[in-house]
């Protein structure tokens, strides 16, 4: 693995979507893995200023987000179709039709999961799949009993997650309590993978991933396992690292 330990978020951002950008340069069609959640907005915001004060071109590329929450429909305000197309679609020149996300209200669950595997495999796998990761150690929504031999399926949420998703909803009997999520299978099948955390609430589940046992009980450790992960994290993401091991990463 290679680690980078930036300054703070803005770093962490600019870091992430520089990865990004010299990822569509090399390969105009490029397959994304894409991510949601509060880690990559930053990202995200670099990459549209990219788009629009340098040209970063995105007509070719196609995109696979990780997960999608089940039962709401791509509108709603909440689903992760609404958060990409507000964070990144709607603002670059990306074809609608190369982007996809798993329907959270397809009327069979099962073979909507087996779709996107297929759609996957049909572009050719994925070429740089960004992640965030849990409070509890999991990539995508493969929480904690998730083994490295999972394909995309419907999983359960945790409590744990279901209250660190709570901020987005307006009640917490709103929060979807299952979802759609690539498995950690499909996430290893990735050429490459670029992890962002970010604050001290990572912190610890940073240090087992790179530290720590390989378990289920922390999906994230499977990444171990992948010849090719960046991980690009703060300084509080890095703060219950040995010193030895952030002395050697590029600092920002
Ligand atoms: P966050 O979520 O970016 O909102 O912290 C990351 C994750 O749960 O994978």
């Known amino acids: 693995m290679k680690l980078w330990v930036v300054e703070d978020y803005q770093a962490m951002s600019r870091r992430a979507a520089d990865v990004l950008a010299r990822e569509i340069k090399r390969k105009p069609d490029s397959v994304l893995g894409l991510a949601t959640g509060g880690t990559p907005v930053g990202m995200y915001q670099e990459l549209v200023r990219m ?3 340098e040209g970063l071109d995105f007509s070719r590329v196609t995109s696979f987000n990780l997960d999608e929450y089940v039962g709401l429909p ?3 305000p909440q689903s992760y179709r609404t958060y ?3 964070n990144l679609f709607a603002k670059v020149n990306i074809d609608p039709r190369m982007t996809h996300i798993p329907r959270g209200d397809a009327p069979d669950l099962e073979a909507e999961c087996a779709r996107y595997e297929r759609e996957i495999a049909r572009a050719g796998g994925i070429d740089i799949q960004v992640l965030g990761i849990g409070r509890n150690g999991h990539i995508g929504f493969n929480e904690p009993g998730s083994t490295a031999a999972t394909a995309t399926r419907v999983v359960q949420l945790t409590r744990d997650t279901v209250e660190a998703n709570a901020r987005y909803f307006d009640s917490p009997d709103e929060v979807p309590t299952q979802a759609i999520s690539m498995g950690i299978r499909t996430i290893l099948a990735a050429k490459r993978i670029l992890l962002l955390a970010s ?3 990572k912190a610890e589940a940073v240090q087992r ?3 720590g046992e390989l378990t289920p009980e922390l ?13 690009v994290m703060d300084r509080q993401a890095a703060s219950r690292l040995p010193a030895a091991t952030i ?5 920002d």
């Open 84 to 86: 990409m197309e507000e």
């Open 209 to 211: 991933m790179l530290e």
């Open 74 to 76: 791509a509108a709603h």
């Open 247 to 251: 002395a050697g990463t590029a600092a």
């Open 199 to 201: 604050g001290s609430s």
């Open 219 to 231: 999906p994230a450790s499977f990444l171990r396992q992948h010849a090719d992960v960046t991980v």
């Open 51 to 53: 788009h629009r004060e």
